[in-house]
């Protein structure tokens, strides 16, 4: 057997309880949703992959983008109002290979990836946290994320599992200096989502530390430096000249598309997303502290998720987890805070934000009871997939 292939099947074993233990959770979530939509008459499998961005990065991938921004007659809450545009282009792209390549229709091909791309997710979190705090931290951190309020995102058709994949494996790789990898998985994430940036942000620092610590070695080798083979300076520096392509070069395209410099800004405006800096997220938040009885379920658990965010957030930076794992946490929630999109899908925006799971998973692993941790992920995997049929069949905006 090929030594990669051994490493490969090792890595696997050490990995199979977060697999296990984040595919138990979100099997009950997912069990949730195809029992309360047989009870409603509505098939659960045709609204998780066609639920709000669902439908439309499945048009995509039929249909292709649109030729240009909407005439300003369009009216203001239709389809024709907004412009596909919005929506990176690698997910899209996957649908329709694996449409090309099986049986299954868009809508179905468009879900296998998600579910796929989840599993990966989990795996990639897993490696990260055990890299940084052991392996029963790592199961638990891909656990705790398949438990969060919004983690049916990750068994919708939508891109937050693949976009959590492609940077837990980028920043896997960073940690472990495997810069030309990192800076390729970033590159495909930054054809996955907007929100890239900050994966961007994270490897370009981490790369560009690295690269001084690197020169300063060399130019003055001490005894611990001497003994350890010398890493090059210009592998950091490849990486990060990967790293941020697939966004800029997506931005760019749509910039040519439309024949405006700032095309994608013009689209993202059409979508209400622009970052004022938190301005409406702290007044929506205000509104919801002072009339909390009036205000709806998914928006008083969005303030919830942004609170928490915040406080774990300040225990990462806190606690001196790694700069790009900081970096890249900081950054998703500056953009999730600082975005005046629809409030309702802030959480959402926070779900690939793995690295601020890792106090709280590591607190889990210092709780000396099984019984305990059992109980409070089983309460939480149960809140999870309650909470996850709300958002699908009964709440009124996008998760």
């Known amino acids: 057997m090929p030594a990669r ?3 490969l ?6 990995a ?4 296990l233990g984040f595919a138990a959770v979100r099997v009950i979530g997912v069990a949730v949703l195809f029992y309360w939509g047989h009870r409603r008459g509505r098939p659960a499998a045709e609204r998780m992959a066609t639920l709000w961005d669902a439908q439309l990065y499945t048009e995509v991938a039929a249909a292709g983008y649109d030729h240009g921004l909407p005439s300003p007659g369009a009216g203001a809450h239709t389809r024709d109002a907004y412009s596909t545009l919005a929506f990176f282009p690698l997910y899209p792209a996957l649908i329709r290979l694996v449409r090309a390549v099986t049986p299954l229709g868009f809508p179905s091909a468009a879900l296998l990836i998600a579910w796929i791309a989840s599993l990966a997710a989990a795996w990639g979190i897993f490696a990260v946290a055990a890299w940084c705090h052991g392996r029963r931290t790592g199961v638990l951190a891909a656990v705790v ?10 068994s919708l058709a939508y891109t937050e599992a693949l976009f959590t994949a492609l940077a837990a494996w980028s920043l896997y790789a960073v940690l472990t200096r495997r810069w ?3 800076g390729a998985l970033c590159s495909l994430a930054g054809l996955t989502r907007p929100t890239a940036v900050a994966l961007v942000a994270a490897v370009v620092v ?3 530390a690295a690269s001084v610590r690197a020169r300063g070695r060399r130019a003055a080798p001490g005894p611990a430096e001497a003994s350890r083979p010398a890493e090059g300076w210009w592998r950091p520096c490849l990486g990060a000249a990967i790293a941020p392509l697939g966004w800029l070069g997506f931005i760019a395209w749509v ?3 439309v024949d405006r410099w700032d095309g994608y800004l013009a689209v993202q405006r059409l979508w209400h997303s622009r970052f004022d800096g938190g301005v409406s997220t702290a007044r929506q938040l205000w509104q919801t502290c002072l009339h909390p009885a009036s205000a709806p379920l998914t928006t008083v658990v969005v303030a919830l998720v942004l609170c928490a965010g915040a406080f774990l957030c300040a225990l990462t930076v806190a606690q001196r987890q790694p700069l790009p794992l900081v970096v890249y946490g900081v950054g998703l929630l500056v953009i999730a805070v600082g975005d005046s999109a629809f409030f309702a899908v802030r959480a959402r925006f926070l779900l690939p934000a793995f690295p601020l799971l890792l106090p709280l998973a590591a607190g ?12 409070l992920l089983s309460t939480a995997a149960a809140l999870s997939a309650l909470y996850g049929a709300y958002l699908v069949f009964v709440g009124s905006h996008a998760p």
């Open 5 to 7: 292939l051994r490493r």
């Open 9 to 14: 099947r090792a890595a696997a074993r050490e």
């Open 16 to 19: 199979a309880p977060a697999l």
């Open 145 to 154: 994320w398949g438990v969060l309020p919004h983690a049916v995102v990750e």
């Open 180 to 182: 030309i990898w990192a």
């Open 206 to 208: 981490a790369a560009v």
């Open 255 to 257: 910039g040519a598309r």
């Open 364 to 375: 889990l692993a210092r709780v000396r009871s099984g019984g305990v941790r059992l109980t």
